[in-house]
C-alpha cells in the first residue's frame, strides 16, 4: 500500500527530506550560519511541524510530545544539546528546530548511513487508530525494521542468550535501544520503497541476538564468513551489516530477531528516525555530531569507518575518496 504525499518530493527522490526544512518563520540571522541557506546546497536536518504529525500523517501530538516519547525538539525542552532553534528554513511540513544529533546505522545491504532520530514512541496510543493516515501509518511503520544489536556480554565474560525478562534477570540479555547498550551499529531495512513510502520515517524495533546454536561448531562455521568480511563487536562476536544476513542467521536458527509489545510493557516499540538519502553537500551541518557504538570503557568505535565518513562530509560536503 503506498500513499502519495500531497507535496512535491525534492533532493532525496521522494524522501521526506523535502527540498527546503523548516517552517518559514522571520530572517535568516548569522546565529543560524550553521544550516546553508544556498539553493545549491542540501539543508540540515529538521523536525516535522506539529500539524504533519497530526492532521497529515494521524499521530496523537499529547502522546508525542510526552515524556516517555522523547520527541528530540521537546523532551528535553530547547535548547539542548541535540537540537537547536533555527529559522533558516521554509519547508511548511517542518519546524524550526534543526537536530545536530546524527547517528550511525547500515543501509539494507551494508552500506554506511546515517539518520536523525527524531523521536521514540512508548508504545501505541501515539498512533490516532480512528484516523486513515494514522492505521496507514502504524501498519508501515511495522514494515520497516530497525534492527539493533544490544550487548550480549556479561560482567564475568560469559555470552547470554536468553533475554531478559520478569523471569530471567540475570545472564540474560537487555533488549534496550540506548546507544551505550548496543554492541554494533544499527541495520536499518531500508527496502527500495522506504523512501517513497515510509512518509513519516517510522521504525520498527527490532532487537536481535546470538542464540547458543551460534556458538556450536556448526554455528561458529555459519558465523565466520561475517566476522572475517565485518570484523567483531563489542562482544567479540561477528558484526551484521545487511539485512538478508540478519535474517538468514535467524532462519538457520543462530539469531533471533524480537520485536517489543506495541502496548510498551518491554519498552519503545517504534522509532521517528530520518535516514540520510543524500548526506552530501551541506545536509552534514558544521555542528553536526556524530552517534556511534564504542567499545566498553572507551571512544575507540567498534566501526571507525562512520566517524572517517562523517568528517569528510562535514568538512568537505563529499564522501571521503
Not at 497530526?54 to 510530545?65: A, F, I, R
Not at 554492541?183 to 515510509?198: G, I, K, L
Not at 553536526?288 to 562535514?314: H, K, M, R
Request: proline share 6%.
Amino acid at each position: 500500500m503506498t500513499r502519495e504525499s500531497k507535496y512535491g518530493f525534492g533532493r532525496t527522490a521522494c524522501v521526506v527530506l523535502l527540498a527546503a526544512f523548516a517552517l518559514c518563520l522571520c530572517q535568516v540571522t548569522p546565529a543560524f550560519a550553521q544550516n546553508s541557506t544556498n539553493p545549491n546546497m542540501n539543508p540540515g536536518q529538521f523536525d516535522f511541524a506539529d500539524s504533519f504529525y497530526t492532521t497529515d500523517n494521524g499521530m496523537v501530538l499529547s502522546q508525542l510530545n510526552a515524556p516517555g516519547d522523547a520527541r528530540q525538539c521537546v523532551n528535553p525542552p530547547l535548547p539542548n544539546g541535540n537540537a537547536v532553534l533555527d529559522n533558516s528554513n521554509t519547508s511548511p511540513i517542518h519546524n524550526n528546530c534543526r537536530v545536530k544529533q546524527t547517528l550511525a546505522v547500515f543501509n539494507n545491504v551494508g552500506q554506511i548511513s546515517f539518520f536523525n532520530a527524531m523521536a521514540v514512541l512508548a508504545n501505541v496510543n501515539s498512533f490516532d487508530l480512528t484516523n486513515s493516515n494514522g492505521v496507514f501509518n502504524h501498519t508501515e511503520g511495522d514494515a520497516f525494521r530497525a534492527f539493533f544489536a544490544p550487548i550480549q556480554k556479561q560482567a564475568n565474560g560469559t555470552i547470554a542468550t536468553v533475554a531478559c525478562s520478569p523471569t530471567v534477570t540475570t545472564n540474560c540479555v537487555n533488549l534496550s535501544a540506548a546507544e551505550s547498550a548496543q554492541r554494533a551499529e544499527r541495520v536499518f531495512d531500508t527496502t527500495t520503497d522506504y523512501f517513497c513510502e515510509d512518509i513519516l520515517n517510522l521504525w520498527r524495533i527490532t532487537y536481535t541476538y546470538y542464540t547458543a546454536a551460534a556458538f556450536t561448531p556448526a554455528g561458529q562455521a555459519a558465523l565466520a564468513p561475517f566476522a572475517a568480511a565485518n570484523g567483531l563487536n563489542s562482544d567479540g562476536t561477528p558484526i551484521l551489516t545487511a539485512t538478508a544476513d540478519i535474517d538468514n542467521l535467524a532462519a538457520q536458527g543462530y539469531l533471533v530477531e524480537v520485536q517489543p509489545n506495541e502496548n510498551g510493557s518491554q519498552g519503545i516499540a517504534w522509532i521517528v528516525c530520518v535516514v540520510l538519502a543524500d548526506p552530501t553537500n551541506g545536509t552534514i551541518t558544521p555542528d553536526a555530531f556524530l552517534i556511534s557504538v564504542t567499545f566498553p570503557n572507551t571512544t575507540t568505535p567498534v566501526s571507525p569507518q562512520f566517524q572517517e565518513q562523517f568528517n569528510c562530509l562535514q568538512s568537505t560536503g563529499q564522501f571521503c575518496p
